[in-house]
């Protein structure tokens, strides 16, 4: 699996990252998207049901079932702690995957593990 580091520097090369204040809404569930967030800076609460289900930080993505077929957000994303996130749209997680095939593995574990954790909230 990519290291966080290999993961941030790939997320640093998109340009106009994202800042996101503590308590910030970054998407909510049941929303359409069309983008994945990487993070570069800071920590991102997921949320089901209004409960905090998983803090994720630095190197780790989100996001991207948004990018491979799922219509709407399925969780909220809200900023935990100050935030830098970097984005990729289709084009760019196309582009990202061509450049580092590896990426496209830690995205769909992440995604998978993600999605396994959610459901046992169930």
Do not use: W
């Not at 994720?56 to 219509?71: R, Y």
């Not at 289709?90 to 993600?114: C, D, H, I, N, W």
Request: hydrophobic content about 45%; overall charge negative.
């Amino acid at each position: 699996m990519l290291s966080p580091v290999v993961t941030i520097s790939i997320f640093q090369k998109q340009p106009n990252p994202k800042v996101f204040s503590p308590g910030d809404v970054i998407f909510e569930e049941g929303q359409s998207g069309d983008i994945m967030y990487g993070i570069i800076e800071g920590e991102v609460d997921i949320l089901v049901n209004g409960k905090v289900v998983e803090t994720i930080e630095i190197g780790e993505v989100f996001g991207a079932g948004i990018l491979v077929g799922v219509k709407n957000r399925t969780y909220t994303a809200i900023a935990k702690t100050n935030c830098k996130l970097a984005f990729l749209d289709e084009k760019g997680f196309l582009f990202a995957v061509q450049e580092t095939p590896m990426f496209a593995l830690m995205v769909m574990r992440s995604y998978s593990e993600r999605l396994s954790r959610l459901l046992h909230t169930l």
